[in-house]
């Protein structure tokens, strides 16, 4: 079981505005930055947002980090079939000194 | 351009020690603020961190596996070796090495090592 909480699965259609979760606590999200990785098939997973809503080089603006409280969402707007992938929140934790992942969110764009 | 490259054997047996070796290129781990991690990814399962090692060789490793794990540095050949012990088949997965970024917890991935653990 994950520390960081997101939901299995997500799903939108072309054009549509995504958001996934990631519920964490006091110890990880709520006081340390937190980033957010994708995995599409077959590849090593991928930088996508870091320090809560910055965006690499290269990462289209339809990405963008948000985080309220002990949670974060990431948010892909004008979905496209390309963004099909696993995405994955993780942040510094300090009670466990060490970083810690959400167990990971399956975006289908139907 | 940054790479890390993991290698590795791809099958040890139940009980025997695995080692995995990063290369990477493009940076130094004797530079100020770099480190690397290990972390792995089961089949169908998440992401979990392993292990980090900074420039000053400071360690760091997953609560859950620390008595297994041992991280080491070898700076004059840009290499980042994992050592794990008692290997189980749980322990089947995806290693992957990441350089540590300056804002973000990883900005570089190597492509990664599958290894079965199976007798």
């Known amino acids: 079981q994950s520390v960081l909480t997101q939901p299995p699965s997500a799903s939108g259609t072309p054009g549509q505005r995504v958001t996934i979760s990631c519920s964490g606590s006091n110890s990880n999200i709520g006081s340390n930055t937190f980033d957010w990785y994708q995995r599409l098939p077959g590849t090593a997973p991928k930088l996508l947002i870091f320090s809560n809503n910055q965006r690499p080089s290269g990462v289209p603006d339809r990405f963008s980090g948000s985080r309220s409280g002990a949670s974060a969402s990431l948010a892909i707007s004008g979905l496209q079939s390309e963004d099909e992938a696993d995405y994955y929140c993780a942040a510094w934790d300090d009670g466990l000194n060490g970083v810690v992942f959400g167990g990971g969110t399956k975006l289908t764009v139907l | 351009q940054v790479t890390l490259r993991e290698s590795g054997p791809a099958l040890v047996k139940p009980t025997q020690t695995l080692t995995l070796t990063c290369t990477f290129s493009?940076?130094?781990?004797?530079?100020?603020?770099?480190?690397v991690n290990w972390i792995r990814q089961p089949p169908g399962k998440a992401l979990e961190w392993l292990a980090r090692?900074?420039?000053?060789?400071?360690?760091y490793y997953n609560t859950s596996l620390k008595t297994r794990l041992t991280i080491s540095k070898d700076t004059s050949k840009n290499q980042v070796v994992l050592t794990m012990t008692n290997m189980d088949p749980v322990d089947t997965a995806t290693y992957y090495c990441?350089?540590?970024?300056?804002?973000?917890?990883?900005?570089?991935w190597g492509q990664g090592a599958l290894v079965t653990v199976s007798s």
């Open positions: 493009g940076f130094s781990l004797s530079t100020s603020a770099m480190c």
């Open positions: 090692i900074d420039w000053d060789d400071d360690e």
């Open positions: 990441t350089r540590c970024g300056h804002n973000s917890y990883f900005d570089y």
